[in-house]
């Protein structure tokens, strides 16, 4: 019945709209173009498309270290890989890891296919595992972020340590556990996602003007950056611009929203998704998340450790959503002692 909640959100959103590109409706009604955009790459790119449940996913990597343990780099909404740039340059440093991050299906130049049934959270939880298998592992340290923080926790609870060796979530806490902590003011944080599963106003929102709105997501507040000093300029801005014009983006990364409200059924234990979310997690766990998210509040992180015994919680001061964006010279540091420590404790077994 969200629709009836729904209603408003979508009128208001149209009249913003209407408002805002009277005078340039072109803006609203042509199609976006990501060819307008000038794509500096952050570092020397190692580019493949992958094969995963018949479709094709675009992957990036600082350089292939094939016979090294995997770290696999999983984005969320509205981004790519490109978000991930400043971890995967620090750890592919150290030359210990084979460093690959993947854009999702739905995303920049993978495939979009159509459906929203496409992208209900099993599938998804399926592409990051025969992501694993295509790149040539057999498991991996798992690193993702918002949405593909959420597949992250299912593919944890769907596989276990046989694919993920340790887990790293970003601005998405545990499922099951930020259920229970949800209030009436968590609702209302996110009243966007009733927004996105308006067919078509939806797209137009996100990708009018050639995604101008992600100047606003990014850089303005409430959602944007605390520090920006450095870590989102134009020339990074316009990776993110570029994905989402991309021929059918717009409607892959909206479909992700669409699925979880259309066929993630909470209540009902056959759910593969919900029953993967709420099995207890035994892998070495990292969860970083910003104390001025706007989107998630640091509340849903209480009790976390119920569900994953084995966790390590850092919530950042004055952070933004965006976290390995907002302080990646902290973040990075967190990540790499963090790593460290799992390698000694596996000594000392």
């Known amino acids: 019945m969200y629709q009836l909640a729904a209603v408003p ?11 805002k590109y009277a005078t340039r409706p072109g803006a609203v009604f042509g199609s976006p173009d990501p060819t307008v955009f000038e ?3 952050p570092f020397s790119l190692e580019e493949e498309y992958i094969t995963v ?3 094709k996913l675009h992957t990036v990597s600082p350089g292939r270290r094939r016979d090294k343990p995997l770290m696999l780099f999983v984005h969320g909404f509205p981004e790519l890989w490109y978000s991930w ?4 340059a620090a750890v592919h440093a150290t030359g210990a890891w084979d460093v690959v991050a993947v854009d999702m299906r739905g995303y920049n130049t993978s495939d979009k296919p159509q459906g929203v049934e496409q992208y209900r959270l099993q599938v998804l939880a399926s592409d990051v595992q025969q992501a694993v298998q295509a790149l040539g ?5 798992l690193v993702a972020h918002d949405w593909g923080g959420m597949v992250a926790w299912v593919v944890a609870g769907m596989y276990g340590r ?4 340790k887990l790293i979530v970003m601005g998405l806490p545990h499922a099951g556990v930020s259920m229970a902590n949800t209030t009436m003011a968590q609702r209302k944080r996110q009243l966007y996602i009733l927004l996105f599963q308006a067919r078509w106003l939806a797209e137009k929102f996100i990708s009018a003007d050639n995604a101008a709105m992600l100047d606003g997501a ?3 507040p409430p959602a944007g950056l605390k520090n920006l000093q450095g870590t989102m300029p134009d020339e990074a801005l316009a990776w993110y611009r570029a994905a989402l014009c991309q021929p059918g983006a717009a409607t892959g990364m909206l479909n992700w929203y669409r699925a979880l409200m259309e ?3 909470l209540s009902d234990p056959a759910d593969p998704a919900w029953s993967a979310i709420k099995r207890q997690l035994d892998m070495p766990t990292l969860v970083l998340h910003g104390d001025s998210d706007i989107a998630l509040g640091e509340e849903l992180l209480d009790g976390i450790e119920a569900a994953v015994p084995d966790v390590t919680v850092k919530l950042l001061k004055n952070c933004s959503h965006w976290v390995q964006q907002d302080y990646p010279i902290q973040v990075n540091e967190i990540m790499m002692d963090w790593l460290s420590k799992q390698q000694d404790k596996q000594k000392q077994r």
């Open 263 to 265: 066929f993630t059924t």
């Open 53 to 55: 449940n018949g479709i």
């Open 39 to 41: 794509l500096v790459p």
């Open 162 to 165: 046989q694919l993920v060796d």
């Open 137 to 141: 592992h057999s498991s991996c340290t």
């Open 218 to 220: 990014f850089r303005s």
């Open 9 to 19: 959100v979508w009128l208001s959103t149209a009249v913003g709209l209407a408002a």
């Open 85 to 88: 740039r400043h971890q995967m």
